[in-house]
């Protein structure tokens, strides 16, 4: 029997996990094309779905549509996150970089690169421990645990994911990534993510990841311009706030509200910045409940001032 997939359509959107507003205030759509059943379970895309997609929103027309070929967005790939550079001189094409995680819960994980200019786009860090799931990896929210349960006498297993939460310093020279399924914070130079000519640019690249610091378990992450990186942290009911000035973890803001916070936003300049995020109850679906919905409505978007005069990072 032939496995069901996605349907592979550049013209539609299939199952878009990430929208972000760039420095030039253009909105791009990201779809992992991957359709999700009433079940639970999530097709492989096929090609075509997984794309990036860029929308001026002084007409609401789309500008570009990248697609992913075959060895960028594999079948099993969950592109997540994104973030955007537009420097003209990062690249000979000049128009900007896109870096993408991919968070494949079966799959490879890795980071995607994309070239605005070309749409050409390439993988980097491929299934290097930082950017998957730890083993053995378990955590609970409000003291409950948080498995992948969906019931019916399915195994049940650790939850977690390669890397999903991705964000820029304020220089556009330091990418920060973080997986689901793991406490740690990463960092990797952006140069060697760009390059990918070079015969030793996978070796250079693989060994220029950091190890930062420990942070919690978080799922988004948002850096602004004091090159504050925020992550939330689920099991303290957090968001943490990491300083790269002296290399320490603080609380930003703690509140019984927040649970499961996730895609994190800085929006305002400097004086009026705020950090936005969301409150999904992601871990209380019938997929990690066994089979029961325990979401309780409403879901919620929240905001909090940025300290210390912070603003949105605009890398143009
Ligand atoms: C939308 O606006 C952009 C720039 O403002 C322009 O380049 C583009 O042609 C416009 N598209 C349409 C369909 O009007
Ligand atoms: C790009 O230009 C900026 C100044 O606008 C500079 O700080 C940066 O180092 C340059 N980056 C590269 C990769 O040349
Ligand atoms: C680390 O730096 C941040 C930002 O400058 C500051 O707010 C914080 O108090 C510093 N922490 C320590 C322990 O020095």
């Given amino acids: 029997m032939k ?28 779809d ?11 097709l492989y895309s096929s090609y075509g779905g997984p794309k990036l997609v860029g929308v001026d929103l002084s007409n609401n027309t789309i500008f570009q549509t990248i697609l992913f070929p075959r060895n960028v967005a594999y079948p099993e790939s969950y592109p997540n996150d994104v973030r955007f550079d537009l420097r003209p001189n990062i690249t000979s094409s000049g128009q900007g970089i896109a870096y993408i995680t991919d968070s494949s819960f079966e799959g490879r994980n890795g ?30 929210i409000w003291g409950e645990s948080v498995y992948n349960n969906v019931g019916g006498g399915q195994p049940i297993t650790p939850f977690g994911l390669g890397s999903d939460g991705i964000t820029l310093s304020a220089d556009g020279e330091t990418l920060y990534f ?45 850096s602004d311009t004091n090159d504050y ?4 942290s689920f099991e303290t009911n ?9 290399g320490t973890v603080s609380t930003f803001v703690r509140d019984p509200r927040l649970q499961w916070t996730d895609t994190f936003s800085v929006a305002g300049n400097s004086g009026n910045g705020y950090l936005y995020f ?33 603003g949105k990072i605009l890398l143009k």
């Fill in 111 to 140: 980071i995607i690169v994309v070239d605005l200019g070309t749409g050409e786009s390439w993988r980097h860090l491929e299934n290097l421990p930082a950017v998957r799931q730890e083993p053995g990896f378990f955590f609970t």
């Fill in 3 to 30: 496995q069901q997939t996605s349907a592979g359509d550049p013209d539609h959107l299939i199952s878009v996990q990430s929208v972000v507003v760039d420095s030039k205030d253009r909105l791009w759509i990201l």
């Fill in 178 to 222: 973080s997986d689901v399924g793991g406490r740690y914070l990463y960092s990797v130079p952006t140069a060697r993510l760009r390059e990918h000519k070079s015969p030793t640019a996978q070796l250079l690249a693989d060994g220029a990841v950091s190890q930062i610091t420990q942070k919690g378990v978080s799922d988004g992450l948002e």
């Fill in 278 to 310: 969301t409150e999904n109850q992601l871990w209380r679906r019938p997929a990690n409940q066994g089979g029961i919905d325990r979401r309780v409505k409403p879901f919620a978007l929240y905001r909090v001032p940025l300290p210390d005069h912070g």
């Fill in 229 to 232: 990186v925020y992550a939330g």
């Fill in 238 to 246: 957090s968001i943490y706030v990491y300083f790269p000035q002296n």
């Fill in 32 to 42: 992992t094309g991957r359709v999700a059943l009433p079940d639970g379970s999530i």
